[in-house]
Structure formats: C-alpha cells, structure tokens
C-alpha cells in the first residue's frame, strides 16, 4: 500500500523576483533573479514525501511536447520517478507559471489548458488511488472521492484561487473529506464571510477538518465544537513564500500518514511552509527528517 498517491496537472513556474515595479505596457522591467522550476500543486506533496521516504504515486499528464520534456527533465534532476504518465488528447497539457514574488506576497500570470484527471474515467481514477492511505479529493469525481472514503482512503483537498469560488461546487463531496485547507482569502470567498474563524465555523457544516492558513500568522482549524489556533514558527527567515501552501499540505499528509492528531499534523504543516519560504520556488528548501525531529 501506498503512503499517498494523487493525481497532478504537471507544473513549470518561471520564477522572477528582485524587480523594483511590474512593467505598464509598452515597457520592460528587469529582475536580478529568474529561476525555472517545477510548480505548485498535489505535485509538490509528491516530491517532497518522496524525499521523506514515503511512498508515494503521482499521477500526471505529459504529451510529446516540449515543455513536457523540460517536465521530465526537472523530475529527473530532482530525483523523482515515481509517476504514472496517463495520456490524454491534448498537445499541450503542462500548466505554466510566471511567478513574480514581491517581498511580502506573490502574484501569477498562467497558461493552463485545464487537463485534469475530470478526463479520465471514474473507474480509471479510483483504480489508481483505492490502493493508497491517503489521497487528494481527485478532480471532477465526487462520486469516486465518497467510494474512496467508503474504502478506507483519507482524503485532503485544497481547492485553490478562482473568481467563481462557491460552496455548490464542493457540498457533494466534502463530507468525506478528512482535512480541507484553503487560505483565509478562499475560505472567506467559498462562505462569503470577511473573518477567517467564521469561514471556519460555516465549513465546519460540511467538512470533518475545516483548516485556514494565515501565512505569517500559522493556521487556524475547527475542532471539538470550538476554533483553534497554531502559530507559524518563528524561526525561519522568509525569502519567497511561493509553494509555501503546498508544503503546508506535505506537513499535513506526512502527519496523516504517521498516524498524529490533527492538531500534530498542523503543526507539522507550519513547519514545512516556514521552512519552504527560506529558498526561492516550491522546492528550494530542502524538508529533512533531521529538521522534523529538531522541532518535535
């Protein structure tokens, strides 16, 4: 049995960061640092649990095209195989990035053809992930993310930023999800409320594990009837905060699968997305086994 499995649109971020404004039209403005690295997403819970030890699955999709290849390329230079390539009717099925990181936050710029696992067959999907003890709610299939559950499987999700956020989207499956964690400005947006502990006690009607990050300010979760808190840790001197939710979720999973309370696995979470922003891009920042029990 797999430690986790999940499926991940592949992800190329171009990284510029150092730049003292963003171009107004017509001009151009440099950047003292450009990186080109593998995105956010499931895929970064993959590589860095990989990393761990874990074992893991990745599920993905990548055609004949170039920046599939720089795909494959970046996977192999960071020493990852373990991923099930699953062909779609697409030439371009790799989601790319601009990521310009500001000192204090980050803002995007994406292409992305919307290839997800959606395209895939419920029975295709499920028979990839039934044989892992913790997965993400799989896109596009509510109907497998409840038989999953009903199999035992532990779910995550994280839905992530879109103008058209909304409760509707997610009610059908959310109550086989064991942790959801979305940032405090999409849990405000899904519960049209403006503070984060009463987006908590809205998702708190639909899910096991509502949890909110709050960037410098840790995490929030609901829990025995009641709000709780967990500080960030203090420790760690933020450099680019790109990836920094992924890794949270790394923590979160890495957690799950040792068999910790919830309140240890978000703590774990903060960990690794305070040490993910010491280093440019989503996997700068090396997660150790050495750095988890410095901090047990």
Known sequence: MYDFKTFAQMNLDLLFKGFQRMPSPGEEVFADTFLLQLGGGPQVCSLVLDKLGCRVQLGTFLGDDDLSNISRTLLNQYGFHNVTNFPVDHPEPVVVTCVFSFDNDRAFLSHNTHVYESLLSGQVVYDFLSD????????????????L???GVRIVYDRGWSDDLSIDDMKDFLPFVDVFAP?????????????????????????????????????????DGAVQYLPAIDDFHAVDTTGAGDNFM????????????IRECLSLGNLFAGKSTTAIGCYG??????LIDQYK
């Open 285 to 290: 920042a090396e997660i150790t086994q050495e």
């Open 149 to 151: 559950h009903d199999a």
């Open 250 to 261: 790394a923590g979160v999973i890495f957690g799950m699968a040792r068999g910790d309370s």
């Open 183 to 223: 940032n405090d400005k999409e849990a405000m947006k899904i519960s049209g409320t403006n503070k984060p502990e009463d987006a908590l006690r809205y998702l708190a009607r639909y899910t096991k594990h509502p949890v909110i990050t709050l960037g410098k300010g840790g995490c929030a979760y609901f829990d």
């Open 132 to 147: 892992a003890k913790i997965t993400f709610a799989p896109v596009g299939h509510p109907d497998v993310t409840k038989r």
